[in-house]
């Protein structure tokens, strides 16, 4: 499973549904499951680094838009790209040992070690805790009805 870390506290954010959008200064055509882990550094108080900490499904990978700060915990900047993430499971953490690349950490989910499953719209992040404004609801299980509306 390809992975990706970052630092604390977002990595934290990440695993625990409330920042559904991952901003980078580059694109990726990745789609699929991506591990969550905190980097070693820097050290965060209490909160756990250089572990996974979920499991994700990055969906599409877009130019980031002022609308989407609120669900990527930042401001935007230039050249930032929206990582839209969603079906976000929180494992049990593990330690993950030694430089954490993108590509290829030995990792296979278990439905045991799932501790929470949040869904987030796939075009916009929101999520049933932090719906959009003036209130949303699904319409597909990564779609919420603002942004179907839109299409
Ligand atoms: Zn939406
Ligand atoms: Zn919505």
Known sequence: MNSLSLKQPWASWVADGQKTIETRKYKTNCRGELLICSSLKPVFPGLPCGQALAVVNLVDCRPMTKADEKMSMCEIYP??????????RKIRPFEVKGHLGFYGVDYRINIG????????CRKCGCTDKQACEGGCHWVESDLCSRCWAED
Do not use: E, F, K
């Open 113 to 120: 070690d799932v501790l929470q499953t949040i869904w987030a």
């Open 79 to 88: 050249d930032a790209w929206s990582w839209m993430l969603t079906n976000i």
